[in-house]
């Protein structure tokens, strides 16, 4: 049986819905309202590997299952870097970067918008070792120099620039691995 009043209610329900979603979608919308641009911190890059390794006594190593038998066992990760921005003079960021796995083997990841207003700007950018990230005595530093050095980060990278922004424009820093330096890439033509 046909539920006469709920098929009228439907039946005119469903325009007046089809017409109110056409009116809204021709509503101006703005996805930033305001006028301010915007300053765009985005790399990747390997850091340097700091481990620490010790060698095993031969009670040790004959303690340990024969496919986990390493004369030299070490530990360590990926060394952490300190971010700071300074716009104007001042200090916008000031924050530790390290790699986002448990065994810090990983990049490390810069990635932060932070909201400026339009005109001139001197912006100063510092991405160096964190203190204390140097290989305490006796540690070895990963031996694989041939892989990784030329993918590491220096231990300092610095950008100190004066930038004058428009509305609505984004500055991206960027790190350039073939210069090993913090670039700001040129905006694409057109």
């Known amino acids: 049986m046909i539920d006469t009043p709920r098929v009228v209610a439907a039946?005119?329900?469903?325009?007046a819905l089809v017409l109110a979603i056409a009116a809204l979608s021709r509503v101006p919308y703005a996805a930033n309202p305001r006028?301010?641009?915007?300053?765009?911190?985005?790399?990747?890059?390997?850091s340097e590997r700091i481990e620490t390794c010790r060698t095993l006594s031969d009670s040790a190593l004959a303690a340990l299952p024969a496919h986990m038998r390493q004369r030299v066992v070490c530990t360590g990760g990926a060394a952490p870097y300190r971010l700071r921005v300074v716009l104007d003079g001042a200090s916008q960021i000031d924050e530790v970067v390290r790699a986002g796995d448990v065994r810090r083997t990983r990049p490390l990841f810069?990635?932060?918008?932070?909201a400026i207003a339009p005109g001139s700007h001197h912006i100063v950018i510092d991405f160096a070792r964190a203190d204390g990230a140097?290989?305490?005595?006796?540690?070895?530093?990963?031996?694989v120099e041939a892989r990784t050095r030329a993918e590491e980060l220096p231990p300092r990278l610095a950008l100190d620039t004066a930038v004058t922004l428009a509305p609505?424009?984004?500055?991206?820093?960027t790190y350039d691995p073939d210069r090993r330096q913090l670039v700001i890439p040129a905006p694409p033509a057109g």
């Not at 006028?35 to 390997?46: E, F, P, Q, T, V």
């Open 110 to 114: 810069v990635f932060d918008e932070t």
């Open 35 to 46: 006028d301010d641009a915007m300053l765009r911190l985005s790399w990747r890059a390997r």
């Open 11 to 15: 039946a005119l329900t469903a325009p």
């Open 134 to 143: 140097r290989p305490p005595a006796g540690a070895v530093e990963d031996t």
């Open 168 to 173: 609505q424009q984004v500055l991206l820093v």
